[in-house]
T-cell receptor, first 113, second 116 residues
Framework: GESVGLHLPTLSVQEGDNSIINCAYS??????FIWYKQESGKGPQFIID?????DKRQGQRVTVLLNKTVKHLSLQIAATQPGDSAVYFC????????????FGQGTILTVHP | NAGVTQTPKFQVLKTGQSMTLQCAQD?????MYWYRQDPGMGLRLIYY???????DKGEVPNGYNVSRLNKREFSLRLESAAPSQTSVYFC???????????????FGSGTRLTVV
């Protein structure tokens, strides 16, 4: 079936560095993508989203890039802080899966002081 | 506070026991969802309710039943719990597409279920 997956399961960075988390998706009908942050013991928390008619979207310290040609999106976190340590998931909605998120496996981001 | 409320937060069941996980949202969302999350994995959809009065199977519905009691409440029932159902369960709700950032997709804090 269609799926969304991540290239790297773990990422360790130093405080102040920029972080890049990647995600590959396979459903060409996907038209909406969301990045979530999940801290231990909590539910997923919305970070940023992007629609398929966009290539880039910026938020506060975060940027999402979408490359539809290779079905790839990334989350860039600028000046990473220890509070950014969490699991990050990409998720997609699209095609016939209205309203139903398909999640990737997740990337564990660890920020060292 | 507005959001999605799940109960209980923790539960231990013996194999074969039954239980119901409760979920309520106060954002007037039409759609509600139940997901499960296993270690090292993303969330997988169990059942969803696109609107009050309707329910549909998701990716992993076997062993579960749901009830959309009203617009606010969506419960998940395990009729005969099995160790394979040990997981963290998340309820979520969302509004119509295109009307809100993120569809207003909001998750509860989860129910950690262990079946022994």
């Amino acid at each position: 079936g269609e799926s969304v997956g991540l290239h790297l399961p773990t990422l360790s960075v130093q405080e102040g560095d920029n972080s890049i988390i990647n995600c590959a998706y396979s459903n060409s009908a996907s038209d909406y993508f969301i990045w979530y942050k999940q801290e231990s013991g909590k539910g997923p928390q919305f970070i940023i989203d992007i629609r398929s008619n966009m290539d880039k979207r910026q938020g506060q310290r975060v940027t999402v890039l979408l490359n539809k040609t290779v079905k790839h999106l990334s989350l860039q976190i600028a000046a990473t802080q220890p509070g950014d340590s969490a699991v990050y998931f990409c998720a997609e909605i699209g095609g016939t899966s209205y309203g139903k998120l398909t999640f990737g496996q997740g990337t564990i981001l660890t920020v060292h002081p | 506070n507005a959001g999605v409320t799940q109960t209980p937060k923790f539960q231990v069941l013996k194999t074969g026991q039954s239980m119901t996980l409760q979920c309520a949202q106060d954002m007037n969302h039409n759609s509600m969802y139940w997901y499960r999350q296993d270690p090292g994995m993303g969330l997988r959809l169990i059942y969803y309710s696109a609107s009050e009065g309707t329910t549909d199977k998701g990716e992993v519905p076997n062993g579960y039943n749901v009830s959309r009691l009203n617009k606010r409440e969506f419960s998940l029932r395990l009729e005969s719990a099995a160790p394979s159902q040990t997981s963290v369960y998340f309820c979520a709700s969302s509004g119509p597409p295109g009307t809100q950032i993120n569809y207003g997709y909001t998750f509860g804090s989860g129910t950690r279920l262990t079946v022994v």
